[in-house]
């Protein structure tokens, strides 16, 4: 076994010829950290957060006594299981401590070497299955919200079936009616010439058919949902460059007073739902608008692709902000979110990961704290139309 992955003891004592004997002894079994002060084994405990599984002290030792040692420890480790090493003459005192639960277990000098390998070997297999309940129970909570998380989405598919349903035959009803009275509108032009309403009769095709997008898109969105929350699988492909186009429009009022947002790429049709790509390309998009605060410099963000022979590699870049290395892997962990109260879920990133792996692509993030993040997506391509 390595030796940073053998389960850790923290022996004090003020005498150093009890150090050296405790690792002579247990050194090839255990991880041992040793401190010849209460002070330098505090101070060890706090460095070492979470390392250390059991505090074994003596109890004779100046300035500090090993119980008084293990009550200050209790509050740095309250997992680390604490044993004492006493003469016959502080009995009283250890047992007190040990009713108090101060202390877990103690032993008389000179200890039995047999006797304290298997209390240790003891505490540290109750601290990692303890360890091991606190992951199990942190993972069940979790599971719990996302169950919950589900039914919600399951019931905010069915409610949008109703309203984008209405919507959609309106904007229909609306085109086909339109194009008589554009129609009505341009003779009269002829005769009567009125720019402000020839720009305007000019525009509402184009506004009528956004109208029409947008309805079809809430459609896909609410069947998408519909589908993740029965546990269907809506494989289709999407044209890359009118799935950009469509999130760029709807992130527009996110980005429009943070950042400039340009996109870059050849046609291409990838292996991936429309409405999925987009509701992942909407998620990163304003994921890299907020992390433009507080940076004092100007914003940009850049949805750039590139294809290759077997798949295409879909980048969202932004100089925001940038996310520190040690939280960089956490950010796709569900419910985690470095967002202030009232911004972040902690779902986006995780679902974007999710949702690119079961169309059998890949999410990788690269990021420089204080310079920006880029995110690569790699997909399949579709075969042509």
């Not at 914003?299 to 798949?311: C, F, N, Q, S």
């Given at each position: 076994?390595?030796p940073s992955e053998?389960p ?6 003020d ?5 050296r004997?405790?690792?002579a002894?247990?050194?090839q079994r255990f991880?041992?950290f040793r401190?010849?002060s209460?002070?330098e084994?505090?101070?060890l405990?706090?460095q070492?957060?979470?390392?250390i599984?059991?505090i074994?002290?003596d109890q ?9 040692l293990?009550e200050?420890?209790r509050?740095i480790?309250p997992?680390?299981k604490?044993?004492?090493v006493?003469?016959?003459a502080d ?5 007190d401590?040990?009713n108090?639960?101060?202390v877990t277990r103690?032993?008389?000098?000179p200890w ?5 390998q298997?209390?240790l ?6 601290a990692?299955?303890e360890l091991r309940?606190r ?8 599971s719990?919200r ?10 905010i ?21 339109l194009t008589?009275v ?5 003779k009269?032009?002829?005769v009567?010439?009125n720019?402000?309403?020839a720009?305007t009769v000019e ?5 009528i058919?956004?109208?029409?997008d ?14 993740q ?10 044209d890359v460059?009118e799935?950009?186009?469509f999130?760029?429009?709807l992130?527009?009022?996110?980005v429009?007073?943070r950042a400039?947002l340009?996109?870059?790429g050849?046609a291409?049709r990838?292996i991936?739902g429309?409405v999925k790509?987009?509701q992942?390309?909407l998620?990163l998009?304003v994921?890299a608008a ?6 004092g410099r100007?914003g940009r963000i850049e949805?750039?692709w590139?294809?290759?022979p077997d798949?295409v590699?879909?980048?969202?870049a932004?100089?925001?902000?940038g ?7 956490r ?5 985690f979110t470095?967002k202030?109260v009232g ?7 995780s679902?974007?990961r999710?949702?690119?792996?079961q ?20 997909l399949?391509?579709?075969p042509?139309?």
């Amino acid at each position: 076994m390595n030796p940073s992955e053998l389960p850790a003891v923290l022996y004090v004592d003020d005498d150093a010829l009890n150090l050296r004997v405790f690792d002579a002894n247990f050194g090839q079994r255990f991880r041992i950290f040793r401190s010849a002060s209460p002070s330098e084994a505090l101070a060890l405990l706090e460095q070492r957060k979470g390392e250390i599984g059991v505090i074994l002290s003596d109890q004779r030792m100046p300035g500090m006594t090993g119980v008084e040692l293990l009550e200050r420890a209790r509050s740095i480790a309250p997992d680390a299981k604490r044993m004492l090493v006493t003469a016959y003459a502080d009995m009283q005192a250890v047992i007190d401590a040990v009713n108090r639960g101060q202390v877990t277990r103690y032993f008389v000098k000179p200890w039995d070497r047999s006797e304290l390998q298997a209390a240790l070997d003891d505490a540290l297999k109750i601290a990692r299955l303890e360890l091991r309940i606190r992951e199990v129970e942190g993972r069940m909570m979790k599971s719990e919200r996302l169950a919950t998380l589900g039914q919600v989405t399951a019931g905010i598919a069915h409610e949008l079936m109703g309203p984008v349903g209405y919507l959609s035959q309106n904007v229909s009803s609306l085109q086909r009616d339109l194009t008589s009275v554009i129609q009505y509108v341009s003779k009269h032009l002829t005769v009567d010439p009125n720019p402000s309403v020839a720009e305007t009769v000019e525009d509402l095709p184009a506004l009528i058919k956004d109208l029409a997008d947008g309805a079809e898109h809430l459609r896909q969105v609410a069947l998408g949902l519909r589908a993740q929350a029965r546990g269907e699988d809506m494989e289709a492909t999407a044209d890359v460059a009118e799935v950009v186009s469509f999130a760029v429009k709807l992130a527009r009022a996110e980005v429009r007073d943070r950042a400039r947002l340009t996109s870059n790429g050849e046609a291409v049709r990838v292996i991936f739902g429309p409405v999925k790509l987009c509701q992942v390309l909407l998620n990163l998009v304003v994921n890299a608008a907020q992390a433009m605060s507080g940076t004092g410099r100007q914003g940009r963000i850049e949805v750039r692709w590139t294809v290759r022979p077997d798949d295409v590699v879909l980048t969202v870049a932004d100089n925001g902000c940038g996310i520190p290395v040690d939280l960089q892997e956490r950010v796709f962990q569900p419910l985690f979110t470095t967002k202030p109260v009232g911004i972040g879920t902690g779902l986006g990133l995780s679902i974007c990961r999710e949702l690119v792996a079961q169309a059998g692509g890949n999410l990788r993030l690269s990021s420089t704290p204080g310079e920006g993040t880029d995110i690569e997506i790699t997909l399949r391509r579709a075969p042509p139309l």
